[in-house]
Structures are given as structure tokens and as C-alpha cells.
């Protein structure tokens, strides 16, 4: 049904899908080979960097993810803008001065340097295995979201997924790496404006504004700021959510070329360094704001039960806030199901196929008598939900599915938003899915081109035989007629990859579960590299091997009573010790004469004396001026 979408939120999402293109465009005349194309020339300022990382770390599925952690814990969720201030000193005294320090085209260039080329590979392996199933893995929540904002449920959500992937690649393939931070830098204002929208919009629809939102969630438990008890199960308990959330930023900007590439390509270490202050600012503001709006969500629709959508309420289990099933596992409201959505026209039908519960006793209805406001003609959702008990002078709040809170702010947006201010919500959300998204298809193209085609020759012998010349003569020119069409290849590819996975129940479960499995084992073999002079290439090598195929395990065993985010913590722990410890077993201990410039307290980060350097990579493989020019 296209119910809510005006004319004039359509003219908003239809301008800013265009601003998308017209950024690639804009940038497609300066690319004339892989250092512009992948690095930007090197000459990024701080601004856009800092703008564009915020996107990165803010991608359209957090996007729904922080509010709903703001309507089921309130300050409770306070870990997650709180990590992004633990990983800063790390990011902005180790990983830029060494990163940009060293030149490196590549971030497993470095694994080069400090380990070997077996070790560069396997973990260029891992990152591409990573970056694929996140990108395609966290697409299709937001692209649901844009529906239900839309108005629009009943188009499949695999349209939606093929026509911002597309644009993905296309921006990727015009802009190169100018493309992708800009276009970030424009998702995240876009998600700054849907928020102060959202926020403004609540506070206008319940009476007394922001002082009853504050007398709500004080009077029902959401101020409480930490819970003292350790609980395996709880993903937001401290003891898991603020090693998980240091954990997965730290990934981003250590061990993911996605993320990592823009700071490669800033115009100098001091510009690298203050986009990563300034994205944390940036993150300071913008991460609590999604986190309140999250507890607005609650409060507004704790005065405004009606507004509840009843397949949030109805056939709830409320011990586990799951559907409930009937005897051979099927749901008796299937939510995918068009035929199974309450509404006044179909609720007479769904009462006499005995579809839906009473919430108390959890009989069937039998008669549809009380349950539609017969002036409004709206299904009473009151009558479909159980409600907690009271606390104090106020009611107890209603229960609903555990998936709700995911939907509520673009149903929000949809119900409530006047025209035109829908429209800036989906603009929000369009452009936090299309901005990862085109940072992951130039992210994976970077690596093959500069860690398989440079390193590995992948293609080089093809490419030459194309331009009529050796191998060793290609130049960064030569490249970029590798890379550019790579990019489309690479966007196509993970953009149908992503539309097949919104055929499974759970995309984005997958994706965490690789997540944990690929991101911890990487980033501690980042770590011990730069963090320890013992570390040996035999002893990075198994230790990712083996705490890979250890996560993955534990991740497909793993005992209900442990929650996920011991996934990507465990397989951290155990990779960083497993490797510590080989290495007093396996591999010959470089001198620190040639680790200086690699290791922390080993000379000065990113700087390799004179006497002992050795051409990075991109220097020995690549001739052209341009790149031997840069600094």
C-alpha cells in the first residue's frame, strides 16, 4: 500500500538519491589512476574525514539498533558512546602514526613489514570475508525500515536492497575514495537533521515534553546506569557490551580497510589525526542523541498506547517476548505474511482461523465484540497486549515483541512525521545504508588491487597482455582499468548476495556471527604485532588460523546462557594469548633493529631509520611519478 509517502517526501528521497549520483560524478573526472582513485591523491583534509567516519561507525542498521537499546535500557546503553572514547588515544598515538606514517597503501602492508607475506594474506583473506558478509548481512534491516517508513510494505524488501546497492557501486566506481568520503559526510548530516527531527517530534506529541519523558523513565527504571550483577546472558551488561563495543570500533579502525583506507589517504598525519578527535566528538553527540531518542520512542508510545502497531502486542510470550508458535512451530501471525497483518478489514478472519490470543490466558478469541474502536474503526491494540505491573504512581509499561523496538522509529516516522519530515527520516536511512556501502565495495576493490594485483600479481599478467606491455611496466595509470571495473563487479556481486540473504529470518544474526568469528582473531593479530616485539610470523599465522576456526565454533556452539557479544571477545582473547605464547615456540624473533618504526616503544611509530628501510610495497611495485612523489 503506498499510504504515507507525499508527494513532497518523494521529491526529498528522489533529490537526495540524485545528490548521491551527482557526488560520483562530480569526482569521476579527476580519476586518472589507482592513487587517485583509492587514495585520494593523499590529500584529504580532516573535515570530511571526520564527517565521513562517523557514517562508518554509525551505518544505517545502527542507526535502528541505538534507539531500540535506548527503549529497552535507557542509560543503560551508555557503554556504547562510551567506547568510542577508549579506542580514540589508541587510534590517534598508535594506528595514524604508524598507518599514515609508513605510507601504506594497504593496512596489511603492514603485516608485511612486521610479520610476512603469509600472514598478509591470510588476514586480507579474512577482512574480505569479513567486509562481504557485513555488507551484505546489514542491508536489510534498514531497507525494511525505509518500507515501513515509506508506507510501502507490501513491495519486497529486495527491490530496495538492488536499488541502493546499485547506487553503492556506482558511486564507488565515479567517486573512488573521494566518493566515499563525501558521500559519508553527507549521510552523516543527513542522520544528525532525522534525528533532531524525531527527537523535536516526540517531544511535541506528548504533553509535557521533555519533562514527562525524564518523569517516565525515572518513575520505570530507565535512568538506572549500569547493573552490578555479571550476567553471561546479557548483552548489555558492562562487563560484555564495553569490551564488545571497544572491541568492534577498534576492528573498524585497526584491522578494516573499509574503514581504515580514508585514513590512509589523509594529506598528512596531523589531519589523520584530528578526523579521528573529531569524529569522536562528532560520535559524542550524535550516539547519546540516537540512544534518547530511543527512550522518547518509549515514552511516547507509553502515553500513546493506540499508536502501538498490533503485531508488536499480539501472540507475545511474555517471558521471552517471541511470537508464540503453534503445535508444529508455525506462527500463528506471520509477520511476512500480508494476509496476516491485524487490521480492522482482517481481523474477523484471523479471529475464526483462531489466529489470534487472548494475551492473559492465551486462548483464541473468539469474537472480534471490543476488540475495534467503533468510531475510529482502529483495532484497540490495548486488548491484543499484556502490561506489566505497576511501579509507583505509574502503570506498568505494555510488553511487546523483542523485534518491535527496531520498527519504531520509522514507524514514527510513517504515523506521526507531517510531510516533507518523513521524507528526511528515509533520506536518513537511505543514505546511512548507501554510505557503508559504497566505503565496503571501494574497501574490498582496494584490497584486491593492492594486496592480490600488486602483491600477488592477480590479473597482472592479463592486464598486460591487454596494454600490449610487460608486467613491470604497468603503471597506477594501467591500473585503474583493474580497479574501476573491479568496483562494479565487486558492488554487483555483494549487492545480490545481500538480496538473496533477505530470503533468510535473521541476516543480520549471520552477519554478527561472522563478525565475531572473522574480527576478533584479525585484530589481534593487528595487535600483537604492534604491540609486542616477541610476536613471530609462524605464531601470527596459526594463531589466526586457529582462533578463527575456534570462533567459528563457539559460535555455532555456543550455550544459550552466553550472549553474542562473548563471541567477538573471546575469540580476541584467545587468538592475542594463543599467538603470544607460540611465539616462544615457533618462528625466529626479529631483532628490534628491524622492527623500529613497526612497534610500539621499538623507535618512533611509522618512521623507519634511514639505515634500515626498506621500500614499502606500493613503492617497489608501482612506477609511475605520482606515486614515487608522495611523500
Known amino acids: ?141 534498514p531497507c525494511r525500515a525505509v518500507l515501513l517508513a515509506a508506507g510501502w510494505t507490501a513491495i519486497p524488501v529486495w527491490w530496495v536492497v538492488l536499488l541502493i546497492g546499485s547506487l553503492a557501486a556506482l558511486v564507488a566506481f565515479l567517486g573512488g575514495m573521494r566518493g566515499v568520503v563525501w558521500s559519508g559526510a553527507a549521510a552523516a548530516l543527513a542522520v544528525a537533521v532525522a534525528v533532531v527531527v524525531l527527537i523535536g517530534a516526540t517531544w511535541l506529541a506528548i504533553d509535557g515534553g521533555p519533562a514527562r519523558i525524564a518523569q517516565i523513565a525515572s518513575g520505570l527504571g530507565r535512568t538506572q546506569t549500569a547493573a552490578a550483577t555479571f550476567d553471561w546472558s546479557d548483552d548489555w551488561s558492562q562487563w560484555a557490551a564495553l569490551p564488545y563495543w571497544s572491541l568492534a570500533n577498534l576492528a573498524l579502525l585497526a584491522a578494516d580497510q573499509a574503514t581504515t583506507g580514508r585514513l590512509l589517504a589523509a594529506k598528512d598525519i596531523n589531519a589523520a589525526r584530528t578526523a579521528c578527535l573529531t ?72 479471529i475464526a482461523q483462531r489466529r489470534i490470543l487472548q494475551p492473559n490466558n492465551k486462548e483464541p478469541f473468539t469474537s472480534s465484540a471490543g476488540l475495534i474502536d467503533a468510531e475510529t474503526n482502529r483495532v484497540l491494540v490495548e486488548k491484543l497486549a499484556m502490561r506489566r505491573p505497576p511501579r509507583g504512581k505509574l502503570n506498568g509499561e505494555f510488553i511487546v515483541a523483542s523485534s518491535a523496538p527496531l520498527q519504531m522509529f520509522p514507524a514514527l516516522a510513517a504515523d506521526q512525521l507531517p510531510m516533507g519530515a518523513a521524507g528526511i527520516v528515509i533520506v536518513a536511512l537511505l543514505a546511512a545504508t548507501t554510505a557503508p556501502l559504497v566505503a565496503g565495495i571501494h574497501g574490498l576493490t582496494a584490497w584486491l588491487v593492492f594486496d592480490l594485483h600488486r602483491r600477488f600479481g592477480w590479473l597482472k599478467s592479463r592486464l598486460a597482455r591487454r596494454l600490449n606491455k610487460t608486467p613491470e611496466q604497468l603503471t597506477s595509470a594501467d591500473e585503474l582499468r583493474l580497479a574501476r571495473p573491479l568496483t562494479l563487479v565487486v558492488g554487483l556481486a555483494v549487492t545480490l548476495l545481500a ?128 606515486d614515487r612523489a608522495h611523500p
Request: aromatic share 8%; net charge positive; with cysteine.
Open 1 to 141: 500500500m503506498l499510504a504515507t509517502l507525499t508527494s513532497l517526501d518523494a521529491l526529498v528521497c528522489g533529490l537526495a538519491l540524485a545528490g548521491i549520483v551527482l557526488l560520483g560524478l562530480y569526482f569521476s573526472g579527476r580519476q586518472r589512476d589507482t592513487s587517485e582513485f583509492l587514495l585520494a591523491g593523499w590529500s584529504l583534509g580532516w573535515r570530511p574525514l571526520a564527517a565521513s567516519l562517523v557514517a562508518m561507525l554509525v551505518p544505517g542498521q545502527l542507526l535502528l539498533a541505538l534507539p531500540a537499546a535506548g527503549y529497552e535500557l535507557g542509560l543503560r546503553s551508555w557503554v556504547v558512546p562510551a567506547a568510542a572514547w577508549i579506542v580514540l588515544p589508541l587510534s590517534i598515538w598508535i594506528l595514524v602514526p604508524l598507518y599514515r606514517g609508513l605510507g601504506l597503501s594497504s593496512i596489511y602492508e603492514y603485516l608485511e613489514e612486521r610479520f610476512d607475506g603469509r600472514v598478509r594474506l591470510a588476514a586480507g583473506l579474512a577482512f574480505f570475508a569479513l567486509r562481504v558478509a557485513l555488507v551484505a548481512g546489514l542491508v536489510a534491516g
Open 279 to 350: 569524529s569522536t566528538l562528532g560520535l559524542t553527540l550524535l550516539l547519546p542523541a540516537l540512544l534518547y531518542l530511543g527512550v522518547c520512542l518509549w515514552a511516547f508510545y507509553y502515553d500513546h498506547p493506540s499508536e502501538l502497531r498490533p503485531q508488536w502486542v499480539a501472540n507475545i510470550d511474555g517471558v521471552t517476548r517471541q511470537p508464540i508458535r503453534d503445535a508444529k512451530g508455525r506462527l500463528l501471525l506471520d509477520p511476512a505474511n500480508p494476509a496476516h497483518e491485524i487490521s480492522a478489514v482482517t481481523l474477523e478472519q484471523l
Open 499 to 626: 538480496a538473496l540473504l533477505t530470503h533468510l529470518a535473521d541476516p543480520l544474526h549471520l552477519a554478527m556471527l561472522v563478525t565475531g568469528a572473522l574480527a576478533g582473531p584479525l585484530l589481534a593479530i593487528f595487535l600483537l604485532g604492534m604491540l609486542t616485539r616477541r610476536a613471530t610470523a609462524a605464531a601470527a599465522l596459526i594463531a589466526l588460523v586457529v582462533g578463527t576456526g575456534s570462533a567459528v565454533a563457539f559460535a555455532w556452539l555456543r550455550p544459550a546462557t552466553f550472549a553474542e557479544a562473548w563471541n567477538l571477545i573471546f575469540s580476541f582473547a584467545a587468538t592475542l594469548l594463543l599467538g603470544f605464547l607460540l611465539s616462544f615456540i615457533l618462528g625466529r624473533r626479529r631483532p628490534n633493529t628491524e622492527l623500529r618504526g613497526l612497534v610500539v616503544g621499538c623507535g618512533t611509530l611509522g618512521m623507519r631509520p634511514a639505515e634500515e628501510l626498506r621500500p614499502t610495497i606500493r613503492r617497489r611495485q608501482v612506477t609511475s611519478d605520482d
